[in-house]
């Protein structure tokens, strides 16, 4: 019995194992990016005071060096509209061959929304249709992208919200890859410049995003129209990147820009905000450029999270030598409250029971002894 109750506290401790904890578990995180960067409507800046905007949220930020030079309200959850698609944009550029034909549905002409014209029957490029979307925002041609990937816009809306937790953008919840105002659909301006970083790594993401014109098919292939980009500020600034625009009538005005000058390439990201985004985009950048070498940052964009190492197969080790496959993983001491916390998660349930089992066996096993040494029989 001894034996027995001794094996099944062992056994307890060997399963939950040592007490440790990753860097998750070892308390309270601070906002993402940096203390500073909080979803209070405070302006953020340190060097030089930036110009008033109308925007609830916004962040300027340094896409080469990833500091956050100024912020209002970067954590702040709020809805994105067509700015979103920078994160659709994301998903589903690595999956599609941009030569790949795609042919127009009732489904993509009948979605609400900003449209560039997709017509049911009507057969486009994958590529032509990025230029929609990136240009004129179509709503149509971001259906028609999706569903023209594996899974439809479901999947496309699962990769998304995965995409936006491995870039850091926490703030992310996506229902609609087009950006409409759908229920629990929401971003940061923060998050928006994670998207924007990531983005203008990938060469076809920068070009669709500067592009300031393209031609889109009529009905019946007759001839073709002009679509000009709604980014303003490609027309009207000076070392402008473009990116996205978005508007609807619970998000109003958000908006994701770039630019290059100097040697800096800058990005402004702004959410809720009124008429007269671009120029309120302008001024931020025009203002961060002109300080650029007094400011200091406030904050910085969080690197991607870093893709699990393929692990390759394991091979014997030859006669006279030691196996290193087995190097025990680096550990996080705990503190005795922490410790206790981990050890309740880790212990499985049955695990409960050994102590009171422990217990009963040790009540049970001790009127025995005495009734055997009474009768002078050994124990």
Not at 183 to 208: N, V
Not at 353 to 359: D, E, T
Request: aromatic share 6%.
């Amino acid at each position: 019995m001894r034996l027995l109750l001794t094996a099944c506290a062992t056994t307890a401790l060997v399963v939950a194992g040592p007490l440790t904890a990753t860097a998750a578990d070892s308390g309270p995180q601070g906002p993402v990016g940096g203390e500073l960067l909080t979803a209070k409507p405070t302006v953020v800046a340190n060097g030089a005071a930036p110009p008033a905007v109308q925007a609830s949220a916004y962040v300027v930020a340094d896409l080469d060096t990833g500091q956050v030079l100024a912020a209002k309200a970067p954590h702040a959850k709020l809805r994105p509209a067509s700015t979103l698609k920078t994160l659709t944009a994301l998903v589903l550029l690595p999956r599609l061959k941009k030569t790949d034909p795609v042919v127009g549905s009732d489904a993509d002409a009948g979605i609400i929304g900003s449209k560039v014209g997709v017509y049911p029957g009507l057969q486009y490029t994958v590529d032509l249709l990025f230029q929609g979307m990136f240009l004129a925002s179509g709503n149509d041609a971001v259906h028609a992208l999706c569903a023209h990937d594996q899974g439809g816009v479901p999947a496309t809306i699962q990769r998304m919200n995965a995409k936006a937790k491995d870039l850091g953008a926490l703030d992310t919840h996506v229902t609609d890859p087009t950006g409409l105002d759908a229920d629990g659909q929401y971003s940061s301006a923060y998050d928006l410049a994670l998207f924007t970083q990531a983005g203008l790594e990938r060469t076809d993401f920068a070009k669709y995003a500067s592009t300031k014109y393209t031609n889109f098919p009529n009905a019946g292939n007759k001839g073709t129209y002009q679509v000009a980009n709604q980014n303003k500020l490609l027309f009207n600034y000076d070392g402008a990147l473009g990116v996205k625009t978005g508007y609807t009538t619970l998000a109003r005005n958000t908006f994701v820009g770039a630019a290059r000058r100097n040697g800096h390439t800058l990005v402004v990201t702004l959410m809720n905000a009124p008429h007269g985004i671009t120029e309120d985009a302008s001024n931020l950048l025009t203002w961060t450029f002109t300080n650029y070498g007094k400011l200091k940052p406030v904050g910085t964009l969080v690197k991607p999270a870093a893709a699990p190492p393929k692990t390759q197969p394991q091979q014997k080790p030859e006669a006279g030598t030691k196996s290193t496959t087995g190097a025990p993983r680096a550990r996080t001491a705990l503190n005795p409250g922490q410790a206790v916390k981990s050890l309740a998660f880790r212990v499985p349930d049955w695990a409960y029971a050994a102590p009171p089992v422990l217990l009963l066996g040790l009540f049970l096993r001790r009127p025995r002894a005495l009734r055997r040494r009474r009768r002078g029989r050994p124990g």
